[in-house]
């Protein structure tokens, strides 16, 4: 069965610190994976998104990596600012004609000016 | 660009009752998706149509979900009736072919 899941489940840091959310897979078979972010009452804005043949993407703060073999992808934040606040959810993408995506739970992060 | 549209935002109805979600996806997007977010967990796919083809629907609860996209536009997903451990937030999403998932704000549906 293909799951994610994501630790922690929920963060608190104090606000300029660095930061690693982590987000594990049982199917390596990835195609792709991507990380979203969900604000309260909004839809999911997406991130970064690393293909198979990826090891990392990096936009501004954000950098995430992917270890395909291990199963296993984190997001960094560095710098971490109070409208960094979210919901932070990671899906895979496998291949097939669905290019259905597979959710972790999300972590729930608070930073605190 | 305009993104995904849905509406209503919000939706308090009592179990039994019925309801219906519409969504309309970005300009020249051919696949239309819809999850439903229980609170605390990530999204789960419902339904996904391909135009106006389903492609895949095996998590769809078929004795009182129902969706369509006659057009191959505009879509809406049905609920009748509903119960209490549907409430959640309802996600459309769009897709041009090769391209990323884009979602819209969600519905967030209450049954009491």
């Known amino acids: 069965k293909q799951e994610v899941t994501q630790i922690p489940a929920a963060l608190s840091v104090p606000e300029g610190e660095n930061l690693v959310l982590n987000c594990s897979f049982t199917?390596?078979?990835?195609?792709?994976l991507q990380w979203f972010r969900q604000d309260p009452g909004k839809g999911l804005t997406s991130l970064l998104l690393i293909q198979s043949s990826q090891r990392e993407q990096t936009s501004g703060r954000l950098n995430a990596s992917l270890d395909k073999s291990s199963g296993r992808s984190t997001l960094y934040i560095a710098a971490s600012q109070p409208g960094d606040s979210a919901t932070y959810l990671c899906a895979v993408r496998y291949g097939g004609a669905t290019n259905k995506l597979i959710f972790g739970t999300g972590t729930l992060l608070a930073v605190q000016p | 660009e305009a993104g995904v549209a849905q509406s209503p935002r919000y939706k308090i109805i009592e179990k039994r009752q019925s309801v219906a979600f519409w969504c309309n996806p970005i300009?020249?997007?051919?696949?239309l998706y819809w999850y439903q977010q229980i609170l605390g967990q990530g999204p789960k796919l419902l339904i996904q149509?391909?135009?106006?083809?389903?492609?895949?629907d095996s998590q769809l609860p078929k004795d009182r979900f129902s969706a369509e996209r006659l057009k191959g536009v505009d879509s809406t997903l049905k609920i009748q009736p509903a119960k209490l451990e549907d409430s959640a937030v309802y996600l459309c999403a769009s897709r041009q072919d090769g391209g990323e998932q884009f979602f819209g704000p969600g519905t967030r549906l209450t049954v009491l």
């Open positions: 199917d390596s078979a990835i195609y792709n």
């Open positions: 149509f391909q135009n106006n083809g389903v492609v895949d």
């Open positions: 300009s020249g997007h051919a696949t």
